[in-house]
């Protein structure tokens, strides 16, 4: 009985890789995740497989592949791993008084949100904020998070959306591309290499379709962040359309300047977002309402809403 107990209680290491190579298709991937090596994951793997005594994956010269079995296996540990993450945090809020756990955009987490945390930690000392980068929509209760920063539509499942801001754009580049390169009308950024951002794909036709444009835009380089995209503006590798209040630094140091003068509010916009079952959790809402605060005040006071 003892030895089918055990065979029946994998560790939690082995559970943990074989959910991620699940989700992420890849050992690759899941020893990047989980900050291990690609042989790490792949032992961890064998070992479970070897103790339920059935394969999970079928390797093939593209990667890993579930097994019907595997398949049906990672959906029930999917549940329990995150029924052990959400038992832990609580288990550690209780231990060491209210906790946050924050995803943030990169950008706007670093330009915008973290020179005004001081504020929020002077007001609430009792409440420990946990920071999480994420770009786009995940599952609350896998991650372990409590609240996110989103920018897109309000259209989160299972989760209530707080409008925060929207944002202006406008192409901009470095000021030696514009020299060499007069933009006299919208239509001539149409024959100019033309920034992207992955999660905005739509970003540039709206913008043209603003000035009654409608052709498509020259597909160019693509990039995760905006940082990444302002970056390579500056170097002149083309021209970015950028929310204007996340590079004022750029702007005002003369990195960057306006490519064409015409601003277009942008179709995304900020929200604060938590799952219904998090909405009314003490440092959610102590977090929701100072940022609501710190919105309006920057909106009176810089952007003069």
Request: with cysteine.
């Amino acid at each position: 009985m003892l030895t089918l107990s055990r065979k029946l209680l994998p560790s939690t290491s082995a559970l943990a890789a074989f959910d991620s190579v699940a989700r992420l298709g890849s050992f690759s991937a899941a020893a990047e995740e989980l900050s291990l090596t690609q042989g790490a994951i792949s032992r961890q793997v064998s070992g479970l497989e070897e103790q339920l005594g059935m394969p999970l994956f079928e390797r093939t010269s593209r990667g890993v592949v579930l097994t019907e079995t595997g398949a049906d296996y990672a959906k029930s540990i999917s549940v329990a791993l995150s029924q052990i993450r959400s038992a832990s945090l609580a288990a550690m809020s209780k231990r060491h008084g209210d906790q946050l756990n924050l995803a943030i955009l990169p950008t706007f987490g670093t330009r915008w949100l973290m020179p005004r945390i001081p504020q929020f930690v002077a007001r609430h000392p009792q409440v420990t904020l946990n920071f999480a980068t994420r770009i786009g929509v995940f599952d609350f209760d896998r991650e372990g998070i409590d609240m996110a920063i989103h920018v897109g539509t309000p259209d989160w499942p299972g989760a209530e959306c707080t409008y925060l801001m929207s944002e202006m754009v406008a192409p901009v580049c470095s000021p030696e591309f514009l020299a060499s390169h007069p933009i006299r009308v919208g239509e001539d950024l149409l024959r100019l290499p033309l920034l992207h951002m992955a999660s905005r794909p739509g970003a540039w036709s709206h913008w043209f379709a603003s000035l009654g444009i409608d052709t498509a835009p020259s597909q160019a380089m693509r990039f995760e962040q905006f940082s990444s995209v302002a970056q390579a503006a500056i170097a002149g590798l083309g021209v970015a359309l950028m929310p204007l209040f996340l590079i004022d630094s750029e702007l005002a140091s003369g990195q960057l300047v306006e490519a064409f003068p015409h601003e277009v509010t942008s179709p995304s916009a900020y929200y604060a977002v938590a799952p219904i079952s998090k909405r009314d959790f003490r440092p959610v809402v102590a977090f929701r309402e100072w940022l609501l605060e710190e919105v309006a005040r920057y909106g009176q006071e810089v952007v003069g809403w």
